[in-house]
């Protein structure tokens, strides 16, 4: 993040949109994610960012919370492009980034969301730093395998809501592959209640699962692993990625200890803060005026998705920028394909985006919440000899 020569002869400031979702039915995961994102541009703001010829840039950023509604995800959109004219957007939830990702493709803006969806993969102007929640989802399928042959799996997620549903089709594609057994797919809401939680558990039980997926953020899925525990159910849930954090057994309580994991593309922040990428995460914590203490999991990931627009400002020229705005940041995002891997410390493994196909890489971990009462993080673990993202339905 230095001129290649000297100091960088101009500037050049860029307009981006941050849609986020601070007081919506994901606002529990959203928060601390828009924490991350304004922590990140403020961060590299003033460390500096400079273009592949040395020209410093200046992020200039617009945030709107839409509370997790499509339709006011659309006004933001177009405000962010017809006012502010913006070559990028710093995106939030899987039905408003699925809506709007022809349109970012017709506009040829830059689009880094915090949706994994699947969708998104072969969408030409929507990037993200993760695999894809169904790769996601597959991965601990095959995780569940190796835990137990012909193991018995309930799938448990809000059947009306694009994020929750989004890698069902491939985790029942790949359960077949994998010898796991799908015995029962229940609704549970989003925005769930403990009675709902209960509700859904009580249909469960009579399938006698060994696993179960939750596909939901974490307030709804720590209720239902409490509703599990207070069952009796003998089995280990295993949620996704917004729906499984440091907070979990807060959420959840003590006695679900053994019997909870998560999936996670990275390493969380308290368990790798002294190696590279880590470090500048809570480095901009503290720019921010933040303790070491608030930056976790969702804080990462509002930083990734703003250091993957600077790696590919950094990958551009100034000129390419100037003429070509949203486009030239595609097109250096996917130089790495064939040219050098983009890598954000060590927070990612080297990642590929490729012309056609944006997904990056294909390993998780599985963050097991252990009888010590301390998490583990197993693996990294992936889908092998399967393509997720290919039976996934837009």
């Known amino acids: 993040m230095t001129p ?16 986020v979702d601070e007081s919506g039915p994901t606002s529990d995961v959203g928060r601390d994610y828009a924490k991350g994102v304004v922590a990140a541009i403020k961060y590299f703001n003033e460390k500096g960012i400079y273009t592949k010829d040395g020209v410093r840039v200046y ?27 913006v070559v990028a957007i710093i995106g939030w939830g899987t039905a408003d980034t699925e809506k709007l990702a022809d349109q970012t493709a017709h506009d040829k803006i830059l689009y880094i969301s915090a949706s994994y969806s699947a969708v998104l993969v072969n969408k030409p102007y929507n990037f993200f730093p993760a695999p894809d929640y169904s790769t996601q989802a597959c991965a601990a399928v095959a995780w569940m395998a190796s835990q137990e042959k012909g193991a018995k799996l309930a799938l448990l997620y809000d059947h009306k809501i694009a994020y929750s549903k989004s890698p069902i089709p491939a985790i029942k594609a790949y359960a077949q592959k ?15 209640t403990g009675a709902d939680a209960e509700r859904a558990i009580t249909q469960v039980m009579g399938a006698k ?37 440091e907070r979990f057994p807060q959420r959840a ?24 990428g880590y470090k500048e995460v809570y480095e901009a914590a503290k720019m921010a005026g933040m303790t070491p203490s608030q930056v976790n999991l969702r804080f990462m990931q509002g930083f990734i998705n703003v250091w993957l627009l600077v790696k590919a400002i950094e990958r551009a020229t100034s000129q390419d920028i100037a003429s070509k705005k949203g486009e030239a ?13 983009i890598k954000l410390g060590d927070i990612t493994p080297p990642m590929r985006f490729c012309p056609g196909r944006h997904l990056p890489f294909k390993t998780v971990y599985i963050v097991l919440y252990g009888k010590d009462g301390k998490f583990h993080f ?16 837009g």
């Open 329 to 341: 940041l595609k097109e250096a995002l996917e130089s790495s394909c064939s040219g050098d891997p």
């Open 178 to 192: 994998a010898g796991v057994k799908i015995v029962a797919d229940v609704d549970l809401p989003l925005a769930a």
């Open 209 to 245: 699962p060994s696993f179960m997926w939750c596909g939901n953020t974490i307030s709804s899925c720590a209720l239902a692993a409490k509703s599990a525990v207070a069952h009796g159910l003998e089995t280990t849930m295993v949620v996704n990625v917004w729906g499984f954090d």
């Open 59 to 85: 992020l200039d950023s617009v945030k709107r919370d839409y509370a997790y509604n499509p339709s006011r995800a659309v006004e933001f959109y177009n405000e962010f492009r017809d006012k502010y004219h």
């Open 378 to 393: 197993l693996g990294p673990v992936e889908p092998k000899g399967f393509d997720c993202v290919a039976v996934t339905k």
């Open 253 to 276: 309580g003590s006695s679900v200890a053994g019997r909870v994991a998560g999936v996670s593309p990275w390493i969380w922040p308290e368990y790798a803060k002294d190696k590279p």
């Open 4 to 19: 290649a020569t000297g100091k960088a002869a101009k500037e050049m400031h860029l307009s981006i949109g941050v849609l």
